[in-house]
C-alpha cells in the first residue's frame, strides 16, 4: 500500500515555525506502507522559519498581511505532480492548515478558531478521487487496549471468531438490553470474545439478532452499545446479502453508504435520546471513507478481488421479490440484506468509526436462494475474508 502524507507528521521540520508536528500513529501507519512525503509549503519555496499562514476570503494570508496565496498554489501543484508520479489511494495530511487542513481549517483571525474549508493542496488531492483525512482520523481509528475494535458478524461469518486469542468471554445475554429469550440460529453465537486477532484488541461478536425475528431495534443495537462501553471506537460489521443484479456480483464487497428501508431506527427507541436537545445524527460519510480505503488496499496488495457498493437494509425475513429486486436496482442499491443499517445508525450516533463488509452469496431475488446456500457460499469465502478483515487490523 502507498499513502501520502504531510511530512511534517513524520518528523521533518519543515513547518512555519522551523518545527515539525509528528504524529505516533501516522508514523505507526506510514512504517506499514511506501510513502509519498509531502509538504506543499517547503515546495512553494517559502522560508522556514516564516510568519503564520491562514485562508481569508479566498486568498492566503502571513500574519504579517503578506499575500501568498500564489506560492500556496505554486506549491500545492509541485506537490501534485509529486503525487501523480506516485499515485497513492490514501492521503493523511496535517489538520486545519491552510495547505493541508481537511474539512476545517483556521479561519484567518489568527485566533486559533475554524472554519470549514480545505486547504489549498488537500483540495487538490480530493478532485483527483484521493481519500483525504487528517491525522486526527487515523489517531481516532489507532486501536488499544482501552480502545479495542469492535467485529460484529452476520450469518455463517462467525468463523472470524476462532482467531481470536481470548482473555475473556461475555455471554449476550448479560449485555444491557439483549432480550434473555434470544437464541442463536444457524451461524450464529451469542458469547462475544474480548482479546486479540494478530495482537489487535479486538471484541468480536459472532452473531446477531434481527428484526424479523421480533425484536425492536434498540435490542438489536445493544452489541453496538455494549462496545462502545468496553470503549471501542471502530467497529467493523459484517453481513451476508443478496447483490442486485446489474449493480454488483456475489462476492466480497466494501459498503460505503446505506438505505434503510427497515421502517425502525434505533434512535427513536433509544431512552438516552430523551430529553436531548438535538437528537439528530449526521449520516453523511456514515461508512469511514478511511477504513474503506483500507480495506480497499489490502484486499489489492492481497490479490482479493472486493467490489463497493449501497446497502439497503429491509425487515426481512423473505426474500426479496422480482418488483422489489427492480426498484432496488433502481435507487442505486449495490448489496441487500436483513441486519446492518440500524447497527450502524447507533454505531453513528455514539461517534464510532465505521467499517462495513459484506459476502454476497446470491443474487437477490434467485429462486435457488435459501439460508442453507448462504451458509455455504460463507464458508467457501471464509479465507478470503479473514485475510481481509485480519490486513484491516494490521493497518490500524
Known amino acids: 500500500m502507498r499513502l501520502i502524507i504531510s511530512s511534517c507528521l513524520l518528523g521533518v521540520a519543515c513547518r512555519y515555525d522551523g518545527r515539525s508536528k509528528p504524529s505516533a500513529a501516522v508514523r ?65 495530511l496535517k489538520a486545519k492548515s491552510p495547505s493541508c487542513g481537511v474539512h476545517h481549517i483556521y479561519d484567518g483571525t489568527y485566533t486559533g478558531s475554524l472554519t470549514e474549508g480545505e486547504g489549498v493542496f488537500a483540495r487538490l488531492l480530493e478532485e483527483e478521487g484521493i481519500c483525504v483525512v487528517s491525522e486526527e482520523v487515523v489517531e481516532s481509528c489507532k486501536p488499544s487496549v482501552e480502545h479495542p475494535v469492535a467485529i460484529v458478524l452476520g450469518t455463517g461469518l462467525g468463523h472470524l471468531a476462532k482467531l481470536v486469542r481470548p482473555v475473556r468471554r ?106 436531548v436537545d438535538n437528537p439528530f445524527v449526521d449520516m453523511t460519510d456514515a461508512y469511514s471513507p478511511y477504513l474503506r480505503t483500507l480495506a480497499r488496499s489490502v484486499a489489492e496488495d492481497e490479490g482479493i478481488e472486493v467490489a463497493e457498493g449501497v446497502y439497503a437494509g429491509v425487515l426481512g425475513p423473505c426474500f426479496e421479490t422480482e418488483a422489489e429486486v427492480r426498484a432496488l436496482a433502481g435507487l442505486g442499491v449495490s448489496y441487500v440484506g436483513m441486519s446492518t443499517v440500524n447497527e450502524v445508525i447507533m454505531a453513528r450516533a455514539l461517534g464510532m468509526n465505521v467499517l462495513g463488509l459484506t459476502l454476497a452469496t446470491n443474487y437477490s431475488g434467485a429462486s435457488d436462494t435459501s439460508h442453507q446456500s448462504v451458509l455455504e457460499e460463507s464458508g467457501r469465502k471464509e479465507e478470503e475474508f479473514q485475510k481481509l478483515v485480519r490486513g484491516v487490523l494490521r493497518m490500524l
Open 28 to 92: 505507526d501507519l506510514a512504517r506499514k506502507a511506501e510513502v509519498v512525503g509531502v509538504c506543499p509549503e517547503a515546495a512553494s519555496g517559502l522560508p522556514v522559519p516564516r510568519p503564520p499562514a491562514e485562508q481569508r476570503g479566498g486568498r492566503v494570508l502571513l500574519a504579517d498581511g503578506t499575500d501568498v496565496t500564489e506560492e500556496f498554489r505554486l506549491g500545492a501543484a509541485r506537490s501534485l505532480a509529486k503525487v501523480r508520479a506516485r499515485p497513492a489511494p490514501l492521503a493523511v
Open 170 to 275: 461475555v455471554d449476550y445475554h448479560d449485555v444491557e438490553g439483549f432480550p434473555e429469550e434470544a437464541r442463536p440460529m444457524a451461524g450464529h453465537s451469542f458469547e462475544a470474545t474480548i482479546g486479540s486477532i494478530d495482537d489487535v484488541p479486538v471484541v468480536v461478536y459472532p452473531g446477531r439478532i434481527h428484526l424479523y425475528q421480533g425484536y425492536s431495534a434498540a435490542e438489536v443495537t445493544s452489541l453496538v452499545r455494549h462496545a462502545h462501553r468496553l470503549g471501542c471506537r471502530d467497529v467493523i460489521f459484517a453481513c451476508a446479502t443478496g447483490a442486485i443484479r446489474g449493480n454488483a456480483e456475489p462476492g466480497l464487497g466494501i459498503l460505503c453508504d446505506q438505505i434503510n428501508l427497515t421502517g425502525r431506527n434505533p434512535l427513536a427507541e433509544w431512552d438516552e435520546v430523551r430529553g
